[in-house]
């Protein structure tokens, strides 16, 4: 089992920015792809970032290219999101997801393991 917790998220300004982490314990981090995934009011889950083990191999999706950034700390069981030049449509709870095997993936169904959420409000 793996066990995550969410911290970072608020209510910032359009043009702002936050960096969201993701504490994992139970099971070697490393282990772990890992993702971040956001989801809207009345929307479905979408992948904002994922990852394999190392980092060696990183997905964004098309709309946070260039303004977020996605980085593990395996020595820190830790995973990031920076979130730059953020804009209302950025407004979702994110949630941070591990893999129970190495190689990236961007399907909500891969992941096995959740946290619980942090909203992340952007007014413009």
């Known amino acids: 089992q793996v066990q995550l917790v969410e911290s970072g998220g608020g209510l910032v300004q359009a043009g702002t920015s936050l960096r969201l982490s993701c504490v994992a314990s139970?099971?070697?981090?490393?282990?772990?792809?890992m993702g971040w995934f956001r989801q809207a009011p009345g929307e479905d889950r979408e992948v904002v970032a994922a990852?394999?083990?190392?980092?060696?191999?990183?997905y964004y999706r098309d709309s946070v290219k260039g303004r977020f950034t996605i980085s593990r700390d395996n020595a820190k069981d830790t995973l990031y999101l920076q979130m730059n030049d953020l804009k209302p449509d950025d407004t979702a709870v994110y949630f941070c997801a591990a893999r129970g095997s190495k190689p990236l993936s961007t399907m909500p169904q891969r992941f096995g393991y959740w946290g619980q959420g942090t909203q992340v409000t952007v007014s413009s």
């Open positions: 990852m394999n083990w190392n980092g060696d191999s990183i």
């Open positions: 139970g099971r070697t981090f490393s282990d772990y792809a």
